[in-house]
């Protein structure tokens, strides 16, 4: 294979094999856009060298080749002493990850090419000294593992002696001398001399670089965005351009739109006379981009052309990193930016009506769990008003949301206090990749520096965790645990603070929530067409209406109460996936549940179940009431039994407790006989679902009667009821035949009786894998399916579902086993072939047979593509997740 790739050759659909830094630098250098000439060396050398430990053997020839080509364009050598080619090695993986990997600046100095480039930048001693240092202490951190401190420390100690403040005090001789202990300090730390040799500068960095795909917090930080560990990273080798070479140069980022809003206009950081990563570090106080148009009116022209450029070529978003040299601008870096889940229905609908894009895409380029993001709630402006909660200070709003937490100042803390079940909100001055777990951990950030392109906005923008950064009114101070806002006002760690990330405000106390406006739309009580309504809703309900015109699969909900079907249909249900009853038998009812298990003749059980039958029936009432002319499939008991009696423990105890008293309580011995008779070492395997069916006599009878009559009742009242009655945990058709047969034997009882014919279907839950396996003989008894995949998933892999997550999913999902509990996101690999299986064979035997699935991966955005892919008819998934799976419905249908 070809294992370098020239900026001329590539494009920007490479990203697999260049990384998303190299595809998009081969693009802009064809779309014939300033970049400075380099290559790219895949990620497929990266994936051999991380499988052998060794570079492939054809690397260093190909290196070679493509090094003499940009040496030739360039007119100079690699580190020639007169006139030295410098390049820099840049991490780029296929996913950005922010800060995580390593890169190098300014290979090819040494001792004697630190005169060239001084000769070369017209006799700037100073720049050239200060570039070399530069690389002693990057390469020194990154290649040669020296702690990063070592050299910061060097550096504070030369502007101490100096008696400035800022490293633009410091001077050639400074910096020439800072070039020496630099070097004393790497041969301290590595028993070896910093290389001399240019081209051994440059292949230690590009392993250097390979190595740090596996770093430990590029490790983390994949697994916290679920980036495949086994991708690599491409490495991109660039001719250096420098910012640093005068008050007319600078490095800046910027973005075509606002990344938080989507608002087109000029949004960025500028910073003058400085080099790479100074700007995303937050080390100096940037300048906003407008200024630009002061200081360099060509360059920042030129810059807003190019960003025109690039929006109506990549027909979105861009994020860009420039340097502008001596008064040339060139492009670093360009990518599809990120942005917040506010700002990316926006942008769609805004380049939809740029005619840009299609609603289709519009569709596409927005997903479930950003609009999962916006339906959380926000801060109660009015309770401010009130004085509930003190405002203190305002920084950027750099990741929307409404957090609230008690301050912490650290990660451990962070860390410490959220496994103990706090809120917390790690407030750093600003933060690195070394907070990273405190970021996780809180429920929000904030730093008092840093601009909208900081660390800490990207990073929690990423996550989508709410973040204000660059509240420069507060002092942080770390090392007392404080920070103090204006009016001498101090928050100490512990003390509960409000951040708004969508507005930028920081408020001492807790500041009450409200609903989103996105939620109030979906309620109905906000019209997008209303004067009240904002650019946001109208963009969430021109996408709805389109995924809701595109998708083929239902959405319904899983509902249980008159209250929760009647969001759920203002939500955009079309009917209930499944009604759980043992909701229905908890409270005042619980006693006569207790009567039907300890009846010890008929006569008893069946004044139980008379008790029993008129409350079910006005539950069911309610309910098809609130979703009248939609399905709702009402689902018979499942849970065992003994969930409705009280615990053996306790009630051994006060049993125990009456006798050594010399008191006797009949009921209460009954009681603990029958707790003791249904008491199951695994219930979750036990008497449950069918089997209790066919166990307790009259059971289901009574619920079916119930159903009977209810609908009855609703038709007579004019109603359209649609019952479906579904059976849980069948693993065997002969199960499924005798409760058919039973409940149809009751629902023509209640025709007779009412003189209403009642056309519900009768069905089944798929949840054990013999009930998958034997679909074909099940779907001759069932008209539907539904597919119980929390139980499925519980009983394909032998979870069980109540304790596993707590137990041991952490180390599981550590060590890679798998991205994302199996309970959460649907297996498709084992659970999922199940599901293929049983949708296959069921609609082989039964052509009009209906499919849907009611456990939680019906509202999972990435399980609802794989429920369309196998043809279900439906997924159903709780009220408030029901905008979700109708969008990914859609999605997933385009
Ligand atoms: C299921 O098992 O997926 C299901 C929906 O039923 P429950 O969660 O009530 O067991
Ligand atoms: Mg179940």
Redesign the pocket.
Known sequence: PKYVYDFTEGNKDMKDLLGGKGANLAEMTNLGLPVPPGFTITTEACRVYLASGAEPPELRDEVTEHLETLEKKMGKRLGQPDNPLLVSVRSGAKFSMPGMMDTVLNIGLNDQSVHGLAAQSGGDERFAWDSYRRLIQMFGKTVLGVPGERFEEALEEAKRVKGTESDLGLDAQDFRKLVDTYKHIVREHTGREFPQDPREQMDLAIRAVFDSWNGERARLYRRQERIPHDLGTAVNVVAMVFGNMGMDSGTGVAFTRDPSSGRQGVYGDYLQNAQGEDVVAGIRNTVPLQELEKIDKKSYDELLRIMEVLENHYRDLCDIEFTIERGKLWMLQTRVGKRTAAAAFCIATQLVDQGLIDMDEALKRVNGVQLAQLMFPRFDENAVAAGKAKRIARGIAASPGAAVGKAVFDQDTAVKWSQSGEKVILIRRETNPDDLNGMIAAEGILTSRGGKTSHAAVVARGMGKTCVCGAEELDVDVKLRRMTAPGGIVVEEGDVISIDGTTGQVYLGEVPVVPSPVVEYFEGRLDPQDAGADELVRAVDRIMKHADAKRRLRVRA?ADTPEDSARARRFGAEGIG?C?T?HMFLGERRKHVERLILADTEAEREEALAALLPLQRQDFIGIFEAMDGLPVTI?LL??PLHEFLPDLTELSVRVAVAEARGEKNEDDLRLLQAVRRLHEQNPMLGLRGVRLGLVVPGLFIMQVRAIAEAAAERRKAGGDPRAEIMI??VGAVQELEIIREESERVLAEVARETGIELDALIGT?I?LPRAALTAGQIAECAQFF?????????TTWGFS?DDVEAAFFSTYLEKGIFGVSPFEALDRDGVGRLIRIAAEEGRAARPDLKLG??????GDPESVHFFHEVGLDYV?CSPFRVPVARLEAGRAAV
């Open positions: 899983n499944l759980r043992e689902r499942d849970p849980p945990l839950m949840e539904s597919f119980g995949t929390n139980d499925l998933t519980q579902r699935v009611c456990g939680e991966h019906g159903s």
